[in-house]
């Protein structure tokens, strides 16, 4: 009996030290900190101006040695991807920073990477990097809703807490993780859910975990294929396949689905009412698209909740259920998806994998 408790004793204290980390290790790993520039690098008239900034006005050396701490959790490294406003992201920056953290992670003195990034599309990055990252090495994102010379900046405590998060040894095999406001969310799942407050992000699915005083956490598994585990390898695209969304409203109508498909689009996805609910004269235009050979998801612009199939017209036009991802997210999957195939069967898997 005692034998069986002290073995009961040992594998619970073994699950405690995988679930949490805490500094002091002989050996700090090494970090690397990609900046693409955003509020967190952010700069502006007065210490008081929360709006009104210029993104990305500071370089990675100067958020670094902001925060002298990281350096007692790691041996850190700084480099400089972009310099944007995060609602101005590209598929091109999208391509430079996956191939260099594939790079970077594919190197055996580096442990994990993290990277600034404004707010606006923070999101839709992690997601890209989830679904393209082929290493399972931490991969963590951060940003700030303040600028840097805001009083009570948030982003000096975020850069610091995804350093600690991407130097934790529980981080590994996660997949690419989201850091602000002291919580720790899967990229899959995170969305920014407010306009201005600092806790601005959230999980309709929940988080996996916190930072307590610092401490990374984790208290959920992300369920969907990540980083490490997917079929999907930017390193060598130069581009990505046209996809575009259509906001589905009362009163919709035919005319932003025919110009997508005369724009040349190779996939819409249709961020319907309700359960992916699609206006009848939109649907008919939709339905012609597919026809037509262009990939069509249903998607909702309600912000929780999992597209099911649901009318059987649109089972008959061919078009895919985008499951719980939102439509900004259900576009990227879609954008890689199409880098793979155009079987609407074998797509329909990748939304029920991913």
């Not at 993290?114 to 992690?126: C, N, P, R, S, Y």
């Not at 909740?305 to 999957?333: M, N």
Request: charged share 20%.
């Amino acid at each position: 009996m005692k034998k069986r408790l002290a073995t009961v004793l040992s594998m619970m204290t073994t699950l405690l030290l995988g679930l949490t980390c805490t500094a002091g290790a002989a050996e700090k790993p090494n970090v690397a900190i990609l900046a693409t520039g955003g509020t967190i690098a952010g700069s502006a008239a007065s210490d008081t101006a929360t709006t009104g900034y210029k993104a990305g006005a500071l370089g990675i050396d100067v958020l670094i040695n902001a925060v002298p701490e990281i350096r007692n959790y790691a041996n850190v490294t700084g480099e400089q991807i972009a310099s944007l406003d995060s609602k101005d992201m590209s598929d091109a920056v999208w391509l430079k920073l996956s191939k260099r953290v594939n790079e970077l992670l594919a190197q055996k003195n580096v442990d994990g990477v993290v990277i600034t990034h404004g707010t606006d599309t923070l999101e839709e990055t992690a997601y890209f990097l989830n679904l393209t990252v082929q290493s399972r090495k931490p991969v963590v994102i951060t940003g700030a809703m303040r600028p840097a010379t805001a009083i009570s900046a948030d982003g000096p405590m975020n850069l610091l807490n995804a350093v600690r998060l991407a130097a934790c040894p529980a981080a590994h095999d996660r997949g690419v993780l989201v850091c602000l406001n002291d919580q720790i969310d899967s990229a899959r799942n995170v969305t920014k859910a407010h306009t201005t407050s600092l806790a601005a992000f959230n999980s309709p699915l929940g988080p996996i975990g916190c930072m307590n005083d610092g401490t990374p956490t984790f208290y959920n598994m992300a369920a969907r294929k990540h980083a490490g585990h997917t079929e999907f390898d930017a390193r060598n695209l130069s581009s990505l396949p046209y996809v575009k969304i259509i906001y589905g409203h009362a009163n919709d109508d035919a005319l932003f689905v025919d110009a997508a498909v005369r724009a040349g689009v190779r996939g819409i996805i249709y961020a319907g009412t309700g359960n992916g609910s699609i206006h009848k004269d939109a649907e008919s235009a939709l339905a012609r698209a597919s026809e037509a050979g262009i990939i069509v998801v249903r998607s909702t612009r309600v912000g929780g909740g999992t597209v099911i199939p649901a009318e059987q017209s649109y089972i008959d036009a061919g078009f895919l259920d985008g499951d719980s991802l939102s439509p900004q997210k259900c576009r990227i999957l879609l954008q890689l998806a199409l880098t793979k195939t155009t079987s609407r069967s074998r797509i329909q898997k990748m939304f029920h994998e991913y």
